[in-house]
């Protein structure tokens, strides 16, 4: 992970493949619940990896041995955690998917990742469940709106920023005003309302003077400004 973290993927590579070859053969010996998951979690890593430098069919391969597991893991003991696990899993396929341009076959992986989200949060009500619930309807608006499909997309991102306000309400941390701020960036660019543009680049402004040493705020501060521009240049 620090590796990783460090940009050097194939050291990290490396690490992580040591720590498959323990957790197969833990797997293999013990049959567990818990070393299986184990394995899926490094098979993960390794995708994550080889998304990383962009081998995308080696990313899927990795991805769906994790998803073998946590399936069999799901209906085996249906816990939140394998249940959660396998929506994880589901969207990462979704993203391979879309990185190579199959948005229907994305599509597909997104609403399964959504249904086992939305029965966890119903389960739940945990700020954790809730917040993967916003994900996967941001991502389904993600696609809907790259297909052309405005008043699909606006509904997912209206799905989305309802949620993303009420965690930030609730939690006040920078993480949940951060996704609150890219809720509404999406719904002012998909609506073609400033309004949301301006509420997004005021919290984006507030983070990037909160944390300076952050550069993603200021960055994304700077594509909200981009935005306000190019689609009210007129105004």
Known sequence: DIAQARGKLSEAEEWYRKSLAIRESLAEDTNTVE???????????LGDIAQARGKLREAEEWYRKSLAIRESLAEETNTIESRRDLSVSCEKLGD?????????????WYRKSLAIRESLAEDTNTVEYRRDLSVSCNKLGDI????????????????????????????????????????????????????????????????????????????????????????????
Do not use: H
Request: proline share 1%; charged share 35%; net charge negative.
């Open 96 to 108: 391979i998917a879309e990185a190579r341009g199959k948005l229907s076959e994305a599509e597909e």
């Open 144 to 235: 809907a709106k790259v297909l052309g499909k405005l008043s699909e997309a606006e509904e997912w991102y209206r799905k989305d920023l309802a949620i993303s306000e009420s965690l930030a309400e609730e939690t006040n941390t920078v993480e949940s005003y951060d996704d609150l701020a890219v809720s509404y960036y999406k719904m002012g660019v998909v609506l073609r309302d400033r309004s949301y543009l301006e509420k997004a680049l005021d919290i984006f402004t507030q983070l990037a003077e909160q944390f300076p040493d952050t550069l993603s705020f200021r960055q994304r501060a700077e594509i909200v400004k981009d935005a306000i521009q190019q689609l009210f240049s007129d105004n």
């Open 35 to 45: 070393y299986r998951r184990d394995l899926s979690v490094s098979c993960n890593q």
